[in-house]
């Protein structure tokens, strides 16, 4: 990027910090890394040179305060500092691009809905070549069966998987983080034990980048 590149305002600045902390939903601060992706920027730019070189400036003017958390240094709005957002906000001045929580959502039901017809199809052969192992007479050597055990908890597993990134995920919301626990709203109040089933039941429900590898 040219070293020209209209630089970030200090108030977008202080916006993709207060955004990315909210949405870590734990401790407090957040590293630069993580302050570049809520502002939607490369880490090798000149942009994000810019928002290095700003960051000390705003800790400097009480906007900001710096600390360290397992090594790594992180930063988050001092009180004058969200005063400032706030004011900024109110003036319309800040306009963050899509947060990485909804962008992960919204490529998540892109997908599903490219992908969910080929992944029916694929499970209904699954089901059919079952069916058809079933009925050979004599019946077929056990390895059939174990191969299409592992077949068909891929790829129910992947369809399950589908199903919920298209019509169960909800859309996330900047105000919140999009906390996941594979617990569904009201299920807080069901037994511990149920509780722990679902949550194993659900494990990889949002991974879009296994569906195609191999079981």
């Known amino acids: 990027m040219s070293s020209h590149a209209e630089p970030i305002p200090d108030e977008l600045i202080l916006a993709a910090i207060d955004r990315a902390v909210r949405h870590r ?20 730019s000149g942009k994000a040179r810019h928002v290095y070189r700003r960051l000390p400036v705003l800790e400097g003017a009480g906007l900001l305060i710096r600390s360290r958390r397992n090594g790594i240094e992180v930063w988050e709005l001092t009180s004058a500092g969200r005063r400032r957002l706030r004011a900024a906000t109110r003036a ?6 899509e947060s990485p929580q909804h962008r992960a959502w919204r490529e998540a039901r892109t997908l599903a809905g490219q992908e969910i017809a080929r992944f029916r199809c694929e499970l209904d052969r699954g089901l059919t070549s079952a069916h058809q192992a079933l009925r050979i007479e004599p019946p077929a050597v056990s390895d059939t069966f174990f191969e299409l055990a592992q077949q068909l908890h891929r790829e129910c597993r992947r369809l399950g998987s589908a199903i919920y990134c298209l019509r169960e995920w909800p859309e996330p919301r ?32 949002r991974g879009i980048a296994h569906w195609d590898s191999a079981a």
């Open 25 to 44: 939903g734990r401790d407090s601060g957040v590293p630069r890394g993580l302050i570049y992706m809520h502002l939607a920027i490369p880490s090798r």
């Open 92 to 97: 319309d001045r800040v306009v963050l691009p």
């Open 174 to 205: 900047d105000a919140r983080p999009d906390s996941y626990e594979n617990l569904n709203p009201g299920e807080e109040n069901l037994p511990a034990i149920e509780q722990q089933r679902l949550r194993i039941l659900r494990v990889g429900r």
